[in-house]
T-cell receptor, first 116, second 114 residues
């Protein structure tokens, strides 16, 4: 079974600074998807970014980018120019690309605190 | 991405009662998912609901406790039956996008059982 590990229960960053959230996973599959979701205090889960394992290029969405290291099974999220609105719980998630098997496996989450 | 709504957004219930949570999507989707998020915890999948078939439950979750309906391609309900304080959680529904690769989540239902 796949597992997702987020080793940082909490991280802090100042506005305009850059922060990196760590995520590692364990799988025997070669084709899969990885996601970062954000859950602000209002609790709506929002997709931040996703990465297909077959793509070598790291995904980027505006201020959010990932460092995907397939061999190391590492998938970190970098937030540049941090804003107060980035404060939230961030979850890393794994999904197999095997057809018909859609279950998401989540890490325990990292709480990101942003200070002025 | 699809627009997903849930009702109620929150509720306080007495133990031994049941609550039905509704999930509505603004477009037709094949698969819908129900998750539980206990206080301060990550998300745990309860079951997967396909239209026209029985829901598939994950280990540790049973139909008698969490009956699910999926009457059409835009709607599903999750019932939390015979509630106890341990059922106090956020319950979220999610759907896959048209590619079947990415899940999007509803706003959640915050349940407190006294």
């Amino acid at each position: 079974a796949q597992t997702v590990t987020q080793s940082q229960p909490e991280m802090s960053v100042q506005e305009a600074e850059t922060v990196t959230l760590s995520c590692t996973y364990d799988t025997s599959e070669s084709d899969y998807y990885l996601f970062w979701y954000k859950q602000p205090p209002s609790r709506q889960m929002i997709l931040v970014i996703r990465q297909e394992a077959y793509k070598q290029q790291n995904a980027t969405e505006n201020r959010f980018s990932v460092n995907f290291q397939k061999a190391a099974k590492s998938f970190s999220l970098k937030i540049s120019d941090s804003q107060l609105g980035d404060a939230a719980m961030y979850f890393c998630a794994y999904r197999s690309a095997v057809s018909g098997y859609s279950t998401l496996t989540f890490g325990k989450g990292t709480m990101l605190l942003v200070s002025p | 991405s699809a627009v997903i709504s849930q009702k109620p957004s929150r509720d306080i219930c007495q133990r031994g009662t049941s609550l039905t949570i509704q999930c509505q999507v603004d477009s037709q989707v094949t698969m819908m998912f129900w998750y539980r998020q206990q206080p301060g915890q990550s998300l745990t999948l309860i079951a997967t609901a396909n239209q026209g078939s029985e829901a598939t439950y994950e280990s540790g979750f049973v139909i008698d406790k969490f009956p699910i309906s999926r009457p059409n391609l835009t709607f599903s309900t999750l019932t939390v039956s015979n509630m106890s304080p341990e059922d106090s959680s956020i319950y979220l529904c999610s759907v896959e996008d048209v590619t079947g690769e990415t899940q999007y989540f509803g706003p959640g239902t915050r349940l407190l059982v006294l």
